[in-house]
């Protein structure tokens, strides 16, 4: 689903045959001013979306842009402000701050966890944990906090998980089945492998042939030693129960990337508002 498609389906759902409210309410044809108003600390994200919204109900609505995403903001900040028919305005509201809030929460909580790794090494990654449909909305908002994307989904990395290793028969049958299958289809990826314990990571050091190990649930001190044990020959990744309190401990560890998906699962979305500007009584 492309961009505009997500817009369109998001503005359907929310005004079905009409925004009655605004229709009963607001003199047609009247032109009018908003703003949009942060009332939290945090990343900016989703400015030029919410442009595209606006534009969509209404291509005369006219949007001028103070802060960009990325940006850092603080209660109090005017992030942009519209002109147009009020009525456009009241019916892109809610889908405009549907998605910037959520989109800013994700980088705000991507840009606290980046921060926590500031003279390390290590990089911090997404998941596949998206909102259905909007996972290319959340993953560029995982960016604009200074995080990096995971894979984008199945299709463009091979990543052999438990699941795939139970069901393949071990570590090293499901390392091949992929090798048969690139030389088979002509495709060729980079290939990932889960280990769950010291056993499988010894399997997967001697067979080798992927280039990089997830460390899946892993102590801080396995962590130091796996990471040892590897000793640069293929990136490494440490996944699974990791928080904010343990973050910089898994990354002092020397592993190159850990993924998290609280990142964009689990977060709070910044709090925001859009508030017209009261109109003159003579404009009625």
């Known amino acids: 689903m492309t961009i505009d498609e997500i817009i369109i ?9 009409g925004d009655h409210t605004s229709l ?3 003199p047609a044809g009247i032109a009018g001013k908003a703003k949009l ?10 400015v030029d979306l919410a442009k595209q919204i606006f534009q969509v109900v209404d291509p005369a609505i006219l949007v001028a842009i103070s802060i960009r995403d990325g940006a850092s903001i603080k ?6 402000e519209v002109t147009g028919n009020r009525a456009s305005i009241l019916r892109s509201e809610r889908v405009v701050l549907n998605f910037m809030q959520r989109l800013s929460g994700i980088a705000t909580a991507t840009h606290q966890a980046v921060k926590q790794l500031e003279g390390l090494k290590t990089k911090i990654l ?9 996972r290319e909305l959340e993953k560029y908002a995982v960016r604009t906090g200074g995080g990096q994307n995971h894979r984008m989904g199945l299709y463009d990395m091979v990543l052999i998980k438990d699941n795939h290793v139970d069901y393949a028969g071990g570590i090293v049958q499901a390392i091949n089945s992929v090798e048969a299958y690139f030389n088979r289809t002509g495709k060729k990826l980079k290939i990932e492998i889960e280990v ?11 067979h080798g042939k992927i280039d990089r ?29 990791i928080t904010e309190e343990t973050l910089r401990a898994y990354a002092e560890t020397g ?26 009584t003579t404009d009625f």
Not at 9 to 17: K, Q, V
Not at 75 to 80: E, L, T
Not at 198 to 206: A, I, M, N, W
Not at 215 to 233: C, K, Q, S, Y
Request: proline letters at 3%; a negative charge; glycine letters at 8%.
């Open 213 to 241: 190990i997830m460390l899946d649930n892993f102590t801080v001190n396995d962590m130091h030693e796996a990471v040892r044990m590897i000793d640069g020959r293929f990136e490494t990744e440490a996944s699974g129960g």
């Open 9 to 17: 389906s998001a503005l359907a759902e929310d005004i079905g045959d």
């Open 255 to 280: 592993v190159d990337y850990i993924s998290m998906g609280a990142l964009t699962h689990h977060i709070k979305s910044l709090d925001m508002s859009l508030k017209a500007e009261k109109p003159n």
């Open 126 to 134: 997404d998941t596949r944990k998206t909102t259905p449909l909007l």
């Open 37 to 46: 108003l942060v009332k939290d600390h945090g990343i900016l994200c989703g």
């Open 24 to 26: 009963a309410t607001i």
């Open 75 to 80: 209660p109090g900040d005017v992030v942009f």
């Open 196 to 206: 769950r314990n010291f056993s499988e990571l010894h399997q997967v050091l001697d």
